[in-house]
């Protein structure tokens, strides 16, 4: 138990504990850093984290995180609404927009099925992509683009599953030997599969 | 630069990112957990912060983070007042009282002497620290619990010389290997004053 000469110095300390990886020391530091700031800075902070919660709207169409009920993406005329990514929460989107080599919509499931944590299909936006695959007869092809785990394989697995009747193609990011790694630290699984699922080189362009 | 789909997001991300060692990855992971909870956790962890900057009172006597103007460690009747450790910051004082080993007062610079960062004796509670030891007849030692680095040892020397002429012992934590650490790992500089500053065995007590 740490000793805390004020009440109200411990109470801000115990708020950054709560949040994940967060110890003890770490929030004492970060809230000493914010007391450190002009008051207007913190009012700031503050009211940031809870302008998000209070105001924060989910994509209908995506259930991507929003400010309005449809989000940029989903309403950019600019993006290839032929294609969707499913992906597990909102990280994963940027992560994908951040490469810079995706132009086509996303499909936020909030979660990757996991018996183990209580998650089934219901707790995901499962049967809205089902239905939003129903409702697009323009779509050519759901990507699924989820963590390379278990969760992650049984999900993709039920997803292809409901989809598969659908006139679309199904497909899943490439697993592999990631850029800069070296062959021998790789597991024999991913380095099994990348020889399994190895390109072949197109001959028709160079470089 | 992060695509976020929400300008809310991007400014909760943005002022968490503010903070020291949090960058946009980590910011956006405490943001989303925040996200996560329900509206009265994140209404408790922004007030808790924002209640801390408003209503924060620093003691009169150690300027230690107080609820009040005499901290709970000044006020203490059990606290011996014959005693003043002399520390950096308000992290100093928690470590020193999670020891169990020390129950005198305190008196927190807020920082040290560091003509790089332009922190020079003006700065701290060097003053208000001279003053307390002047108006204090009952004091018997001034120990200074400071940093074992260059401006640690400039503000020791600075502060030896404005206290040297008072009454009192003063005195410098102990210097040396810690507790755990093996020689061999220690650096020559520690090595050498811990050999230096010895300590005998007290032959009268067993183990």
Chains 1, 2 share one sequence.
Request: glycine share 8%.
């Amino acid at each position: 138990m740490e000793n805390f000469s004020s009440k109200l110095l411990q109470a801000a300390v115990e708020e950054f504990s709560q949040l994940p990886g967060i110890g003890k020391k770490t929030a004492l530091r970060l809230v000493l850093h914010l007391l450190r700031q002009e008051s207007g800075v913190v009012r700031r902070f503050s009211d940031a984290m809870l302008q998000l919660r209070e105001n924060v709207v989910y994509c209908t169409s995506c259930h991507n995180i929003s400010d309005r009920p449809l989000c940029d993406i989903c309403s950019s005329p600019r993006r290839d609404a032929s294609t969707i990514c499913v992906v597990e929460d909102i990280r994963d989107v940027i992560a994908i927009e951040n490469t810079g080599q995706y132009f086509g919509l996303y499909h936020v499931l909030g979660g990757i099925i996991s018996p183990m944590d209580g998650i089934g299909p219901a707790d995901l936006t499962i049967d809205a992509l089902v239905q939003r695959v129903a409702d697009n007869p323009g779509l050519d092809e759901v990507i699924l683009a989820l963590s390379t785990t278990m969760e992650g394989d049984t999900t993709n697995f039920y997803l292809y599953k409901r989809l598969k009747d659908f006139e679309i193609r199904i497909s899943a990011i490439a697993r592999g030997i990631a850029i800069g790694d070296e062959l021998e630290y790789a597991d024999e699984v991913t380095l099994g599969r990348s020889i399994l699922h190895r390109t072949a080189y197109d001959k028709t362009r160079t470089g």
